[in-house]
């Protein structure tokens, strides 16, 4: 039921209940004073003492509050990403069908499994993939499979020699 449609809707909405019901007993948690509070007791006990440097409370300080260093910078929401990737694709062409379908990310994974080094550079190249994550989930991808490819899997084996 979880790969159908109404069970990941399902699965969403009993994520957001818990975390709603998270957030309704411990409120303090999410205010940005406890939290920088809760900041400088761990690093207390670490052993770095905040108050001889520069302390979190500090407002003149050029940092970004806890609440938006931890998210997506507003203009990086999903949803603008998936209108920029929308306003980029031809709904005609396969690949635009597939990304209706499918998220990119999960087709690129896809090529990789397959060894299709070819299909995803054709997609790069062509401008298809250009969101820095996706191209970041490439080179990650490719790292760890030549970090894990021994040359004993490409060459013949043992027996025929």
């Not at 975390?19 to 400088?40: L, T």
């Not at 054709?122 to 191209?135: A, C, P, Q, W």
Request: glycine share 4%; charged share 25%.
């Amino acid at each position: 039921m979880n790969n159908t449609p109404i069970g990941r809707m399902v699965n969403i909405v009993v994520m957001l209940e818990e975390f709603i019901r998270m957030m309704n007993n411990n409120p303090n948690d999410f205010e940005e004073g406890s939290r920088s509070q809760a900041m400088e007791n761990i690093l207390a006990a670490k052993g770095d003492n905040p108050a001889e440097e520069k302390s979190i409370f500090d407002e003149s300080s050029k940092l970004t509050p806890l609440s938006n260093s931890f998210g997506p910078i507003l203009s990086q929401r999903a949803t603008d990403r998936m209108a920029a990737q929308e306003a980029n694709l031809n709904p005609n062409s396969p690949w635009g069908r597939m990304v209706s379908k499918f998220s990119i990310e999960f087709l690129l994974r896809v090529h990789l499994r397959k060894c299709e080094f070819e299909t995803v550079r054709k997609l790069i190249t062509s401008g298809k993939v250009t969101d820095e994550v996706n191209l970041r989930l490439i080179r990650d991808s490719l790292l760890k499979m030549e970090k894990t490819s021994t040359w004993t899997r490409f060459s013949p084996p043992i027996w025929k020699k």
